[in-house]
């Protein structure tokens, strides 16, 4: 599985990063960063919750 964020609807308010910030990371310019793409496991359920959580539902899983 794969994260995908849809960057027309993302408004890169961090939300995602507060949750996971192993894999989210907003930069010095409020641009978002997807630093691991890819669902494991370990970060299965952050992840999701994450997606669940992202105000602009931006954020989605590729199966």
Request: some cysteine.
């Given at each position: 599985?794969?994260?995908?964020?849809?960057?027309?609807?993302?408004?890169?308010?961090?939300?995602?990063?507060?949750?996971?910030?192993?894999?989210?990371?907003?930069?010095?310019?409020?641009?978002?960063?997807?630093l691991?793409?890819?669902?494991?496991?370990?970060?299965?359920?952050?992840?999701?919750?994450?997606?669940?959580?992202?105000?602009?539902?931006?954020?989605?899983?590729?199966?």
């Open positions: 599985m794969k994260i995908e964020v849809d960057w027309d609807l993302c408004e890169s308010n961090g939300v995602c990063m507060g949750i996971i910030p192993e894999v989210f990371l907003l930069d010095d310019q409020d641009m978002l960063h997807v691991q793409p890819e669902v494991t496991p370990e970060n299965e359920e952050l992840v999701r919750d994450a997606v669940r959580q992202c105000p602009r539902q931006a954020i989605s899983i590729q199966e």
